[in-house]
């Protein structure tokens, strides 16, 4: 042998080599495209925590109206936008501004969906405030009656615009604040929503008209402060 190949066996060799590389092909699975959860856009509503019928100077009509066309308008929107996401990160050429605009969409509607479903799950209770969330208030505030004041103030001077007032409690600070909200993407970083109230005119304008006031009034009087409880002694446990 004087260890030269012949052009025979070199071309055996190439073409034993391609068919080894097929057929280790044949054995790996095609790449797929792992769906991101982020933007499934599945959320599905709540439904009402208590008997719309039975509220205390809310009508059924405003609360299943407020339901149906704000809060669930809300999460169908959220679902829509969420799915425009995706859609728009295999747009390779997109400029970031169009992006932008889209996710600040997701913002508003994800705050709403958030603000609404914690709104419905503090009302349906008997207004009387108790437990951990009495003692909460009456510590920061340094009594129920000013506390409610207080919360009735920031409130009323939303009246005739939109926004939302919610008593919370902020991690980073450690305390408990009625903070005032201009709308949906606007509240106090680090902070947990212990009762939230919509000062948005679809929220009363049908049973009050301009007197946002005296909606104000009626919800206090138809707080659900096991709920409040509830969020209390969570937000406690975490910090």
């Known amino acids: 042998m004087n260890g030269k190949i012949s052009r025979r066996e070199a071309i055996t060799g190439i073409l034993a080599t391609g068919a080894t590389v097929l ?9 797929i495209e792992t769906p991101m959860r982020a933007f499934q856009g599945q959320h599905q509503p709540k439904p009402l925590p208590f008997d719309a019928a039975k509220l205390k100077g809310i009508s059924e009509k405003v609360i299943k109206s407020h339901w149906e066309n704000n809060y669930v308008g809300s999460v169908k929107a959220l679902n829509a936008v969420e799915q425009r996401l995706a859609a728009m990160l295999k747009e ?3 400029p970031a501004y169009l992006y932008g605009n889209v996710k600040r969409e997701e913002l508003i509607r994800t705050g709403s969906v958030v603000l609404h479903e914690n709104y419905f799950a503090n009302l349906g209770g008997s207004g009387k405030a108790d437990g951990k969330a009495l003692e909460t208030l009456k510590k920061w505030f340094g009594s129920f009656e000013q506390w409610e004041a207080e919360f009735k103030k920031t409130a009323n001077a939303l009246s005739g615009g939109s ?3 919610i008593l919370a409690h902020n991690f980073h600070t450690g305390e408990i604040h009625n903070y005032w909200q201009a709308d949906h993407a606007h509240n106090a970083p680090f902070s947990i929503p212990l009762l939230v109230l919509d000062m948005y005119e679809h929220s009363y304008q049908m049973d009050y008209g301009a007197a946002a006031a005296k909606y104000v009034d009626a919800f206090i009087q138809n707080v659900n402060w096991e709920e409040v409880n509830r ?9």
């Open 92 to 94: 390779k050429d997109l």
């Open 23 to 31: 057929s280790l092909n044949e054995n790996v699975p095609a790449q």
């Open 163 to 165: 926004g939302w007032v």
């Open 231 to 239: 969020r209390v002694e969570t937000s406690l446990k975490i910090t």
